[in-house]
């Protein structure tokens, strides 16, 4: 019976502690309603066999003049200038070899995006673009432990007066928006790592990652998902108990759009244009 009533406390413990790990932000949330009544376009509203490849300023002009929101990827330079790219790797779009880290500004513009005239765009030249017509999703790119990417941007940020809110898979990027830009809605992006198998993280990594057990320390306002895992349990939990806001990555269809509108609050979206830009309150 002791031995029973042991296991018993051992459970509780580890499920509290659990509770306690994935709980997002529960007080003094940044405001976000300015953002729910927008469908956002993925790296903008692009295709890659068009004149208007992803993260491109074509692309981003075209969301803007169709009246979506925009998600968009940032990182580094050599020379430590913060521009808009996906990929680490210039191979998929660029046909380059190295990666963006490996190239100065200037020398980047040597390639184009897709085989258009498209370059890779500054950070500071999209937003001026942009200039606050639209919302924003800027997604962080973080390979490790550098954090650089978020204290160079935010510079620009600062000046800036639209709309916007910040994301990263890693968690060191919300944890220092969470040291530095409280106010500033900031979220965890975070996907069904154990069922996709497609990094070369370690296991415990990966795992920790999957069940957002670094909430505790980042609390982020918003949990950006894969849509096709909405069921997943730490989303769930923080979806339905805790009720933060869940954004769904990404949305290829409007079947997908029209099934998932009960499951999650924003939508990131790609490969179709949306029957409106602006969702019914």
């Not at 009533?5 to 976000?32: E, K, N, Q, S, T």
Request: glycine residues 4%.
């Amino acid at each position: 019976m002791k031995f029973v009533v042991g296991i018993g406390m051992v459970l509780f413990v580890l499920i509290v502690l659990y509770l306690l790990a994935i709980m997002p932000r529960m007080f003094c949330r940044a405001d976000r309603k300015p953002f729910l009544q927008v469908l956002y376009a993925h790296r903008g509203l692009h295709d890659n066999q068009s004149d208007a490849p992803e993260n491109s300023m074509k692309a981003f002009r075209r969301a803007v003049e169709a009246g979506f929101g925009i998600e968009l990827d940032v990182q580094l330079t050599k020379d430590k200038v913060p521009v808009v790219f996906h990929d680490f790797s210039l191979k998929r779009i660029c046909g380059a070899e190295g990666k963006v880290k490996d190239y100065t500004f200037e020398q980047l513009q040597q390639f184009s995006l897709c085989g258009t005239e498209e370059k890779i765009p500054k950070l500071e030249a999209f937003l001026r673009m942009v200039s606050g017509r639209v919302p924003l999703i800027i997604e962080y790119k973080i390979a490790a432990l550098d954090v650089e990417v978020c204290r160079l941007a935010d510079k620009l940020l600062q000046n800036y007066k639209g709309l916007y809110c910040i994301e990263s898979f890693n968690p060191m990027g919300v944890l220092w928006y969470r040291k530095n830009r409280k106010h500033i809605m900031r979220g965890q992006l975070a996907d069904s790592f154990r069922r996709e198998k497609n990094s070369s993280y370690p296991a415990p990594l990966l795992a920790a990652l999957h069940y957002m057990l670094f909430n505790f320390l980042t609390k982020p306002d918003f949990i950006a998902y894969h849509h096709k895992y909405h069921r997943d349990l730490s989303r769930s939990l923080c979806r339905n108990l805790y009720r933060s806001t869940a954004v769904a990555w990404t949305i290829r269809s409007q079947e997908e759009l029209d099934k998932r509108k009960k499951d999650f609050d924003m939508f990131i979206f790609e490969n179709f244009v949306p029957a409106q830009g602006v969702q019914s309150p």
